[in-house]
């Protein structure tokens, strides 16, 4: 019984979802500490509440662009047929069974080994690791 309860609990904290703010640390940590400074002085009297209405706004924006600049995954397609790894070496064993082929979309989460692999997420979410000569990154509104 004991490991029917470990093997729920497992999947409990697996399936905690991470916010974009989670995955930053230091600037998490700075985000959160503003917005409850905000909400404090919320509470005070009317003179207040228009300095904290055009702060909390300009906290939103501040945390809407930082997501989209470094938190959202960049789009990106497969140029030549590549064999997703679970590492970024060539002897890693592979993720999937078949090659993710030419002009597939998938995800970059991560550029890794000073850009010559990237971490991707393909269409049905499997995570690996493939070449960088062999996926394109497409930079939109950069």
Known sequence: LTGARRIQSERQVASVPLTPFALLGPLSKLFWVCAVILFFLALRP????????????????FGALVWIKYVRP???????AVALRAAP???APLVLDRPLF?????SVLEVVE???WLKVRTADGTIGFGPAAKLRMLLIGT
């Open 89 to 91: 070496n060539q002897d």
């Open 102 to 106: 030419a002009a597939e979309g998938v």
């Open 114 to 116: 000073e850009g010559a």
């Open 74 to 80: 960049a789009p990106a397609f497969v140029v030549e």
């Open 46 to 61: 009317p003179p207040y509440r228009m300095a904290v209405l055009v702060a909390g706004s300009l906290l939103l924006l």
